[in-house]
């Protein structure tokens, strides 16, 4: 893997807005969320678990990746 | 009364277990075979699809405990390659492990985000034996249009070695296709299998690829679900659920025994042919009102 070190900062910043975005998912119902949220319903009570989920997913995703830049540089794969 | 009784339970199961590793769609084929025996069964009931997630959580333990050696090699390779913070060229462990990582991210995430939709649309049995014909085809083109024909020596060495060499992209690539087995008649395991081929792996490659591609994906759609198998929705279904996920898990492991052989000198061919030749046998059943 191609090493970039520009890239760990977006890719650590990326990782902590999406887990920010999963946790609020999980806390708020779907009424609550910020108007420009995907899966904003006014009124409504539902928790959207699935879209916390891949918000985690790919936070983590991101994070791990930032890690990887950190490495040593790469030799040819 | 149970909504599934013990008989259909145990049919459907055997059903699931034997289509899911195979390339025929289980979706597809558990979304006709109701139709054709009459049953009042249909994909979009609650008390189906909590019988599904019990039939997908044993399809998946079976598949992780087949190669259970090889995930074992994949953790201490993903392992590895954390603590070193990169991915070490000789290491294949490593490399196939996130080639899997990256190939379930994208199919996940379309799932969580389409699946409900996708069912919605295509939940007839008639469309998912018009699809079953799309899925044929798609086999038999993958087949026509793979990188190169077997060779003798496709079996030598280490399987997994010659996987890893897939690149990102191709993994993501794959990963990112198998979400069209979100729709019934489409087969996830012979849209991974084809993609491996046309990237260059051999048909045992490919399938062992599909398989490993296959676990972490139905075992996380199944244990989401899981919570309604326990909760209200799986009332009067758990009895036969456990039924039917036990023959899904025997023919899974037969399944997959049988593919990986299989496939040592065979092609996805008399599987398109299959799918080609029920899926247009279904689509005149069901257009003549059967």
Same mark, same amino acid.
């Given at each position: 893997?191609?090493?970039?070190?520009?890239?760990?900062?977006?890719?650590?910043?990326?990782?902590?807005?999406?887990?920010?975005?999963?946790?609020?998912?999980?806390?708020?119902?779907?009424?609550?969320?910020?108007?420009?949220?995907?899966?904003?319903?006014?009124?409504?009570?539902?928790?959207?678990?699935?879209?916390?989920?891949?918000?985690?997913?790919?936070?983590?995703?991101?994070?791990?990746?930032?890690?990887?830049?950190?490495?040593?540089?790469?030799?040819?794969? | 009364?149970?909504?599934?009784?013990?008989?259909?339970?145990?049919?459907?199961?055997?059903?699931?277990?034997?289509?899911?590793?195979?390339?025929?769609?289980?979706?597809?084929?558990?979304?006709?075979?109701?139709?054709?025996?009459?049953?009042?069964?249909?994909?979009?009931?609650?008390?189906?699809?909590?019988?599904?997630?019990?039939?997908?959580?044993?399809?998946?333990?079976?598949?992780?405990?087949?190669?259970?050696?090889?995930?074992?090699?994949?953790?201490?390779?993903?392992?590895?390659?954390?603590?070193?913070?990169?991915?070490?060229?000789? +290491? @294949? $462990? =490593? !490399?196939?492990?996130? #080639?899997?990582?990256?190939?379930? %991210?994208?199919? &996940?995430?379309?799932?969580?985000?389409?699946?409900?939709?996708?069912?919605?649309?295509?939940?007839?049995?008639?469309?998912?034996?018009?699809?079953?014909?799309?899925?044929?085809?798609?086999?038999?083109?993958?087949?026509?249009?793979?990188?190169?024909?077997?060779?003798?020596?496709?079996?030598?060495? +280490? @399987? $997994? =070695? !010659?996987?890893?060499? #897939?690149?990102?992209?191709?993994? %993501?690539?794959? &990963?990112?296709?198998?979400?069209?087995?979100?729709?019934?008649?489409?087969?996830?395991?012979?849209?991974?299998?084809?993609?491996?081929?046309?990237?260059?792996?051999?048909?045992?490659?490919?399938?062992?690829?599909?398989?490993?591609?296959?676990?972490?994906?139905?075992?996380?759609?199944?244990?989401?679900?899981?919570?309604?198998?326990?909760?209200?929705?799986?009332?009067?279904?758990?009895?036969?659920?456990?039924?039917?996920?036990?023959?899904?898990?025997?023919?899974?492991?037969?399944?997959?025994?049988?593919?990986?052989?299989?496939?040592?000198?065979?092609?996805?061919?008399?599987?398109?042919?299959?799918?080609?030749?029920?899926?247009?046998?279904?689509?005149?059943?069901?257009?003549?009102?059967?």
């Amino acid at each position: 893997m191609t090493k970039n070190r520009k890239l760990i900062v977006p890719a650590v910043l990326a990782g902590i807005v999406l887990i920010v975005i999963g946790v609020i998912y999980v806390a708020e119902p779907a009424g609550s969320l910020p108007s420009f949220f995907p899966g904003h319903e006014a009124g409504s009570g539902h928790h959207h678990v699935k879209h916390a989920l891949l918000a985690f997913v790919l936070g983590i995703g991101a994070l791990v990746f930032a890690w990887f830049q950190t490495g040593p540089a790469s030799r040819s794969a | 009364m149970h909504p599934i009784s013990y008989f259909q339970a145990a049919v459907l199961g055997l059903l699931q277990g034997a289509a899911e590793p195979f390339p025929i769609s289980s979706l597809g084929h558990g979304v006709i075979l109701p139709r054709l025996a009459g049953w009042n069964i249909h994909q979009n009931d609650k008390f189906f699809l909590t019988f599904l997630v019990a039939t997908h959580v044993a399809t998946a333990i079976v598949l992780f405990l087949f190669f259970l050696k090889d995930w074992r090699r994949i953790f201490r390779g993903i392992g590895r390659s954390l603590r070193d913070r990169e991915i070490r060229p000789d +290491d @294949s $462990d =490593a !490399r196939l492990g996130w #080639l899997l990582v990256v190939g379930t %991210i994208p199919a &996940g995430a379309i799932g969580l985000l389409l699946e409900h939709p996708l069912r919605s649309l295509f939940a007839s049995a008639a469309s998912a034996a018009a699809f079953l014909m799309l899925n044929g085809v798609l086999l038999l083109v993958f087949e026509r249009l793979r990188r190169r024909p077997p060779r003798p020596d496709d079996y030598l060495g +280490d @399987s $997994d =070695a !010659r996987i890893a060499k #897939l690149s990102w992209r191709q993994a %993501i690539g794959i &990963g990112t296709a198998q979400a069209a087995a979100l729709v019934p008649g489409i087969s996830r395991s012979g849209i991974t299998m084809g993609g491996g081929l046309l990237f260059g792996l051999s048909n045992e490659d490919a399938a062992r690829y599909s398989f490993l591609l296959a676990t972490p994906i139905i075992g996380a759609a199944g244990v989401l679900k899981l919570p309604e198998l326990f909760g209200s929705d799986g009332d009067g279904v758990r009895g036969p659920a456990l039924v039917g996920a036990l023959c899904a898990a025997f023919t899974t492991y037969l399944a997959v025994k049988f593919l990986l052989k299989f496939f040592e000198t065979n092609r996805l061919t008399p599987f398109g042919i299959y799918c080609l030749v029920a899926g247009f046998i279904c689509t005149v059943l069901f257009a003549f009102g059967v």
